[in-house]
């Protein structure tokens, strides 16, 4: 299974960013797919998450900020960032949960 993140970068606050996952090595429509991060010297927490189906989830501090959508066709997982705050800056994950992980990618939200 890989799983290859980009998109992130630099950005100012309340600018947005978009994440990109792509999958192989899996049935990508029939697995739920998670977005975490992990900021310096915090735990890794879980931001959001698509099912198969299209059901989505996301942790209280990203609510009305950031969108997770799916592609089966291209075999992608998307999180539009807006509204981005100093706290979202982090290493963003893709998942397949439980045990896939992708390689991060940085996000930095800073003036």
């Known amino acids: 299974v890989q799983l290859q993140a980009s998109g992130g970068g630099l950005v100012q606050p309340g600018g947005s960013l978009r994440l990109s996952c792509h999958a192989s090595?899996?049935?990508?429509?029939?697995?739920?797919v998670a977005w975490s991060r992990q900021a310096p010297g915090k735990q890794r927490e879980l931001v959001a998450a698509?099912?198969?189906?299209?059901?989505?989830t996301y942790t209280d501090s990203v609510k009305e900020r950031f969108t997770i959508s799916r592609d089966n066709v291209r075999r992608t997982v998307y999180l539009q960032m807006n509204s981005l705050k100093p706290e979202d800056t982090a290493v963003y994950y893709c998942q397949v949960p439980p045990n896939f992980w992708g390689q991060g990618t940085q996000v930095t939200v800073s003036s």
């Open positions: 090595g899996i049935v990508f429509r029939l697995n739920t």
């Open positions: 698509i099912t198969s189906g299209g059901n989505t």
